[in-house]
């Protein structure tokens, strides 16, 4: 059979989409190559920007292995402070954890159930002629078939080799980031807040743009990691391994984690962000997630992001297969006029605290400050409400004279 739409990835962007496609009445092909419960690097954080995807896309939240967040615990200079997910006109007050092996097959059977055909343990590579995607070839345990979709919906991931088979690429002066994650057993693991240590050092003791983090699962399991931007000097040789370890032997007290071997082995990974990968859009295809770059600069954030963009670009393929020739770039003015500013923001910022004066500056004078984090925590959350969206311009001047002084 030829769909008329393939999406290329099982992950939340690839899921989105399909879902999104398949309820607005689209034939829709999803290939995920590897077969689901499937490991995937990452934290397991979803904060309530990723719970309202979830909750349009009718998520059951009872019953399953998920774990409810009230806010976030942040460290630095032996400071401490808790604070609640803020009130939003848009989004709830509550985020959650879960692992990626469980959340992402569970999201791609809610796309299933919309009527999107999901394939599994199958590798799709595209037949690229003239910018434009011919055909596509599927290779499972039976063989290898071709199908001629209409569109093509690019969510392999970070590394996104089929994004780059179609011609994509990443801005090269544009950050990136590199994490890595293990899981630990904790008695706390029901702790309704999770925790980020804002002040991570390498071996030198110098103070590195990023964070360490205890994602609590509660189910007997903490979710421990560490993630750095590419904005610092050195950060070519870095070995998120070690930076791991130095952070697990200086985890807070109340994890109470005995045993330091890590349950899994630690699994890393790059977050390709900014939207720093383009085009977006071709004849086509399109980009969404981390084969687009669309991770949150400020804080790591991929999953509602990859969730963000596959409903934006199922809107504007919908639109294409009724035969709008241009909503496809469509596509790519949204992306711009949503995120374009925020990025913006967030790039000086990730420059800016790649300067370890800056960064150790930035963590100690804000954590003395109730409200200048609360309101920190909105910006790096992208949580501010609509309202303050002006906000975003004093941000950015903020952080300018910063970087000045
Ligand atoms: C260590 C680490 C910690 C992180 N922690 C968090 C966190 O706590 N919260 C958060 O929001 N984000 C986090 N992120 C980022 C987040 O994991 C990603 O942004 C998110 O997974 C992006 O979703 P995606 O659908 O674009 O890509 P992916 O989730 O990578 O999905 C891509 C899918 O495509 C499949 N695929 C690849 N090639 C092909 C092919 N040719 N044919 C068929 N299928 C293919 C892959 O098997 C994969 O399932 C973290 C990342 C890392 C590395």
Redesign the pocket.
Known sequence: MNPRILV???????ASAAYWMARSGLDVHL????TYP?E????????PR?IKQLLDMGFDFDGLDLHRVDGLRAYAGGLKIEMPWPDHSMYPNWGATMR?ADL?GTVASLAEAQGAHVEQG????PIVDNGSIAAVTLTNSDGERTVTPDFVVI????NS??GRDAGASRRKDFPFGL???AYYESPNSHDPFIESQLDIRDRNGDAMPGYGWV?PLGDGEINV?A?LVSTFKGWKDVNTYRILEAYIDSLPEHWKVLDVTPHTKP?????PMSLSVGPKIGRNWVL????SG??NPFN???????YETGRLAATHIAEAAAGDHLALAGYARDLEDIYGDYHRVARVFVKAIGNPVIMRTLTTVGLRSRPLMEWTLKVMANLLDPDEAGMTEHVYNAIERVVNV
């Open positions: 290329v990835g099982g992950g939340p962007g690839g290939v995920e190559k590897k499937r995937k690097a990452c934290g397991d954080g979803l904060t990723a990626r992402d199958t590798t799709a590579t969510a392999d991931g970070s080799r089929f994490a890595i994650r994602f990691g993630g699994l890393g990974g790059k977050l969404v997630g981390d084969a669309a991770v790591g954030e991929g999953i509602d992001y990859a």
